[in-house]
Nanobody, 117 residues
Framework: QVQLVESGGGLVQPGGSLRLSCAAS????????MGWYRQAPGKQRELVAA???????NYADSVKGRFTISRDNAKNTVYLQMNSLKPEDTAVYYC???????????WGQGTQVTVSS
């Protein structure tokens, strides 16, 4: 059973930064794509950023230029560096991993990010 464990959430003031981490129980080479999603109260879960096994990245328009997704294959960990945070970034952030061959989709338990003064 694949496990994804997020960490790094918390309370930060507008304009501040946070780095989220997602540690996988298996080598992240085995996943075709890994990414971060978020869900704010009363809203649908949305893609924030994703990175493929080949290193291609894509971002939601709302976070381009502020967030950066990266991966450390040796540590089986994916990161989301979030800068210039805004109140509208407040949400529960979920790590996601996908294996195309087996149609496997895996989720972490989520970590709360609150941006408020």
């Amino acid at each position: 059973q694949v496990q994804l464990v997020e960490s790094g959430g918390g309370l930060v003031q507008p304009g501040g930064s946070l780095r989220l981490s997602c540690a996988a129980s298996e080598t992240i080479f085995s996943f075709n794509n890994m990414g971060w999603y978020r869900q704010a109260p009363g809203k649908q879960r949305e893609l924030v950023a994703a990175i493929s096994s080949g290193g291609s990245r894509n971002y939601a328009d709302s976070v381009k230029g502020r967030f950066t997704i990266s991966r450390d294959n040796a540590k089986n960990t994916v990161y989301l560096q979030m800068n210039s945070l805004k109140p509208e970034d407040t949400a529960v952030y979920y790590c996601n991993a996908q294996r195309i061959a087996t149609m496997g989709v895996y989720w972490g338990q989520g970590t709360q990010v609150t941006v408020s003064s």
